[in-house]
């Protein structure tokens, strides 16, 4: 039954990305928001449990909960309702009895689960998720296993640069802010079984849950299997405001390392969702250095100079404003001199937008490649769940393409000013010497 449902993964996705996408949303009585988008062409459903349940959520001085939280839901349920509990093993196998696959989603604003099943298996597939995101036992013993995986793993990356430096440059960026916690041997440590069971009382309910349905179910049917996800959750109370996202005075900060590269990131908090400028700011990142070999970047610091092998930049937006990132390697001794290029190619950027050749090279690949954008119903339920849970118009992925297309140079160095000021700009190099 794998197989089956792999093979029917990218049928339904060529049948979707041929024609708009009706996504009908509408609010359970409990308060959660359902997206659905109907589709008999094959035997399959997709769903998608999102809760604002990230990482931003986690309390002071406990990095590490929501993530715990999250990866715990399916370690164990409690007995309910006539309900036998269930361990970690139990669970597992259920779903795998179902050929059903399940997923856990945890990123800085969300908390979630996904599940991908046959919709002739749907029924106690649905069933069994709905119970462990509502009756998570989250049994000591595992937790305190989870504790010593985490630790373990995380003394390892705190080994390799790469890890340093996004650490470092998060923390930079985001100060005291939520978004700038990291996890230490300390935080993991705190973390009690009760601050799971509280976290999970706090953020897991039915009126901040945003459900995302994909595949062969009506709409009636999709209506039921959100309630049926939703009704063993409680009501939440209003989620308190986080502190505001503050533009720092930036800096520049060098981390000793063994390492032979220097590992350099630069960058500044610049986009939320959602935003006017996301459409200018995705086009213009193309040609500064999103596009690859075609970037200014990459053409600048590698392609004229040879300082790295690769060279890239991006917007990453979020709930409250997500960082802008360049990023790059290159030999310990040329990292002043590769700094150098990055900022001067940043300040011409800032200062004269995109050519008319740049600005139609992005759109054509941009527009040429969006399909690939939703070319597998994993890719497409992350897509509509994007749009619930950050509120995006419905039509969102129908005028992504009208959107790009409409974007001019003018638009592009407007936002980019917006945005960015280099003078705020955070650096970080770890391995120079």
Request: net charge neutral.
């Amino acid at each position: 039954m794998f197989k089956l449902i792999a093979g029917t993964v990218l049928a339904f996705a060529c049948s979707v990305s041929h024609a708009a996408l009706q996504i009908q949303s509408w609010t359970l009585a409990n308060g959660a928001r359902v997206l659905f988008v109907e589709n008999h062409s094959i035997p399959m459903l997709d769903v998608s449990v999102d809760f604002d349940a990230g990482t931003r959520r986690d309390p002071a001085g406990k990095s590490g909960t929501a993530a715990m939280t999250n990866t715990m839901l399916s370690r164990g349920v409690v007995a309910a309702n006539g309900q036998a509990a269930r361990n970690e093993a139990q669970i597992s196998d259920a779903f795998a009895d179902l050929a059903a696959q399940r997923g856990n989603r945890i990123d800085n604003d969300r908390g979630g689960m996904t599940l991908r099943t046959l919709t002739t298996e749907r029924e106690p597939a649905i069933a069994m998720l709905a119970r462990v995101l509502a009756q998570p036992a989250f049994p000591a013993d595992l937790l305190a296993r989870d504790q010593i995986r985490t630790i373990a793993n995380l003394k390892e990356n705190l080994t390799k640069p790469e890890v340093i430096a996004d650490r470092a440059f998060t923390s930079a960026l985001y100060a005291a802010h939520p978004y700038g916690a990291q996890i230490t041997e300390a935080s993991i440590n705190a973390i009690k079984r009760d601050d799971l069971v509280a976290f999970h009382r706090q953020y897991y309910v039915a009126n901040h849950a945003v459900i995302t349905l994909i595949g062969d179910v009506t709409r009636n049917e999709a209506d039921g299997i959100a309630r049926t996800l939703t009704a063993g959750l409680p009501q939440g109370a209003a989620l308190l405001a986080l502190p505001a996202v503050t533009t720092g005075k930036g800096g520049e900060q060098r981390i000793a390392h063994s390492s032979s590269q220097a590992h350099i990131l630069i960058g500044m908090p610049a986009l939320q969702r959602p935003d006017p400028d996301f459409f200018p700011l995705l086009v213009g990142n193309y040609v500064l250095g999103g596009g690859g070999f075609v970037s200014r970047l990459m053409n600048e610091v590698r392609e004229k100079r040879g300082l790295t092998y690769g060279v890239s930049s991006y917007f990453e937006p979020m709930a409250q404003p997500g960082p802008f990132q360049i990023g790059l390697q290159t030999k310990s001794e040329q990292a002043d001199q590769a700094l150098k290029i990055v900022r001067e190619t940043v300040d011409g950027f800032l200062k004269q937008g995109p050519s008319t050749a740049e600005l139609k090279a992005a759109k054509d690949n941009l527009v040429g490649g969006f399909a690939l954008r939703i070319d597998s119903n994993k890719k497409l339920l992350e897509n509509i769940a994007m749009i619930g849970f950050y509120g995006l118009p419905l039509d969102y992925l129908d005028t992504w393409t009208a959107n790009v297309e409409r974007v001019t140079a003018e638009q592009i160095r407007d936002a980019f000013n917006r945005k960015l000021q280099t003078s705020h700009f955070t650096t970080v190099v770890v391995g120079a010497r």
